[in-house]
C-alpha cells in the first residue's frame, strides 16, 4: 500500500476551471507487473525476472 496525492480539475470548453478536487494521503494499493521478454523466455535468461512497464 502506499499514500497517494490525488488532484482533479474540470473545463469549460473555452478552456476555464470550471471545477478542482484534491485531496492528500488517499491509500491506494501497490501493484508491480512482472514481464519477460520473448528472447529471454527463450534463452533462460537472467532478464527475466526483470520487470518491465506494460
Known sequence: M???NYEQNGY???G???SHYSQSGVLTPSVALMRASKRARMCGSAQAGRS???
Open 2 to 4: 502506499r499514500y497517494t
Open 12 to 14: 469549460t470548453l473555452t
Open 16 to 18: 476555464a476551471t470550471s
Open 52 to 54: 518491465a512497464a506494460i
